[in-house]
């Protein structure tokens, strides 16, 4: 874990926030842009384009972003970039992926059973548009007029990782309904109807 250094610095703070959120967050990613649920251990559970990033995790934090081209450091600054940044985490969290194949089953094809067939919950990077949480009310954010501390913005940084844990373990379900068959017009063909 980095250390806030006196006086803080903005790659200090930058590399102190991501001992907290991004820590929390870009460890142990089942599913991405990279690596997806699947059946039988090739057919996609959940489309790609419900996944945001890979499963390494996002980028951290630089810390450049933290004075925006000025020297100042200011608690506006900080409360909002951390909280924002906090936000763009929560799509990293916990997804159900279902997998339910409709129909009567008891055919050869590649998915022979009705119901479900597939039904596991793991940590996945989700692309922003799929179920947005908000943060919420955070507590001991810096202020304007009140120097900055380094307990303070340890406070306010476990403050923010514990929210960001507590959503991230609210589940989000997605659940796919598909044939009996991979290929149902082929499975019907292939009995002579059309």
């Not at 934090?61 to 909002?80: D, H, R, W, Y």
């Not at 940590?123 to 507590?139: C, R």
Request: aromatic share 10%.
């Amino acid at each position: 874990m980095a250390a806030l250094t006196n006086p803080i610095e903005e790659t200090n703070l930058a590399s102190r926030f991501a001992d907290y959120v991004a820590a929390a967050a870009n460890d142990s990613i089942s599913w991405g842009t990279n690596a997806f649920p699947a059946y039988g251990g090739t057919e996609r559970v959940v489309p790609a384009d419900q996944f945001g990033g890979p499963t390494s995790g996002r980028a951290s934090l630089p810390g450049s972003a933290i004075t925006a081209g000025t020297s100042k450091i200011t608690a506006s600054t900080l409360t909002t970039l951390f909280r924002n940044e906090t936000q763009a985490y929560l799509y990293i969290r916990k997804l159900r992926a279902i997998l339910n194949v409709t129909g009567g089953g008891g055919n050869t094809g590649t998915r022979p059973t009705a119901g479900v067939v597939y039904n596991t919950t793991a940590k996945a990077y989700l692309a922003p548009a799929y179920f947005p949480f908000t943060l919420g009310a955070i507590t001991g954010n810096p202020t304007s007029g009140t120097p900055v501390t380094v307990s303070g913005l340890q406070t306010y940084f476990t403050n923010l990782q514990a929210r960001y844990i507590e959503v991230r373990d609210i589940t989000v379900t997605y659940q796919a309904n598909v044939c009996h068959a991979s290929c149902h017009s082929s499975c019907h063909s292939s009995r002579g109807r059309r």
